[in-house]
């Protein structure tokens, strides 16, 4: 059983915790679906106000579902297309206030108002995305964007097997 000790006080000190609990359920292992799944146990757990929280990995070039908490989603998304596309392709972080007016938001909770997408690179290539959604509008801003880049950083060797 892991026992994690998150202060929730603050956003730095939040991701701070976050991030030292992910890198303790995944250090060493080397397997990349088990690290995105514990990942996204504590973001979901940790994390308020989310209403989806997960991965999709690129297979072949194609955004495919990766582990994740929160709704049932989309499989397969396109490079390109939806906010999770977009940050493959672009290689740039997607912090989206109000996904209804996001061209080609792609909803797979109806919930949704806001969401964070941040790419995990290595080199030129896009090993996965890590999404977040929340049911509240403009829920993201550039502590969480940071938060999470950190975690991408952390993440790629962890995540590309
Ligand atoms: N909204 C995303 C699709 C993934 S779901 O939010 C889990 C998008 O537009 O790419």
Redesign the pocket.
């Known amino acids: 059983m892991y026992a994690f000790d998150i202060a929730t006080d603050d956003k730095p000190a939040l991701y701070r915790d976050v991030l030292s609990a992910i890198d303790a359920v995944t250090a060493g292992e080397p397997d990349a679906i088990a690290n995105m799944a514990n990942a996204a146990a504590v973001l979901w757990q940790y994390l308020p106000d989310l209403n989806?929280a997960?991965f999709?990995r690129n297979v072949g070039g194609e955004?495919v579902?990766g582990p994740?908490q929160?709704?049932a989603?989309?499989i397969r998304?396109p490079f390109g297309?939806?906010?999770?596309?977009?940050?493959a392709e672009t290689h740039a972080t997607q912090l989206v206030d109000d996904?209804l007016a996001?061209p080609?938001?792609?909803?797979?909770?109806a919930a949704?108002r806001s969401?964070l997408?941040v790419p995990i690179v290595d080199g030129d290539r896009v090993v996965a995305v890590i999404?977040l959604?929340s049911p509240s509008p403009s829920r993201f801003d550039a502590e969480d964007a940071a938060g999470l880049e950190r975690l991408a950083k952390m993440l790629t060797d962890r995540v590309n097997r």
Do not use: M, N, P, R
């Not at 297309?81 to 940050?87: D, E, P, R, S």
């Not at 080609?104 to 909770?109: F, R």
């Open positions: 989806w997960g999709y955004l579902l994740f929160g709704q989603a989309c998304i297309k939806g906010v999770c596309g977009t940050a996904v996001f080609g938001h792609i909803a797979c909770d949704s969401e997408v999404d959604d």
